[in-house]
């Protein structure tokens, strides 16, 4: 089946988000009058700030960082086009719906290492959880196809292309989740949570 890559009625949510992320960055980063400390995702913080499970998606910490996640919203969108998609808000839902999966998984890890008096103090931020979970999610499409996604019908078709490079990008960008610096529980409970979105 031939494929036009060029500017669809579905690209509004991808510039949107971009805009997004970039505007933030340059908020905190290059005009400084946002102090990032505030948006990043801190566990001991989230039960009093719950706003730090979106604000920490769109925050990033360097322009490397946001470049990176950019270029994921890149591929993801490619490969959207690639399935076939035939929704207006799908990218949007995900994103949001994801946002929260995310924060549940990581919750659930911190609750089970704090059982046995292990308590993580750190600080994560970034959009490439939610790219990794539209990874996840794309990997298993890719392979079996998805005609609807929460009653609404999204018109995905498998094909091999898109399975043979995102198999490829998944891992590799799992291996490098293993780098200092990198937050390897964001990336892995992003790719979590986009395969169980694929199942519902």
Known sequence: MPFNNSISKYDWQYI???????????FTDLIGVIDKKYFYFVPRLISDQPYRVFTSIVTHADLNHLLSNLGGIIITRYFLMRLGIKSRFFYFKFVFICSFLNFFIIWAYEKILSYFNIYPNYASLGFSGIIYALFGFLLLTSLYGKKYFLGKEIGFKSNYEVQRMSKIICLIGLSFSFLPGISLLGHLSGFITGCFLFLI
């Not at 949107?16 to 340059?26: E, K, M, N």
């Open 16 to 26: 949107v988000t971009g805009f997004l992320l970039i505007s933030v960055f340059i």
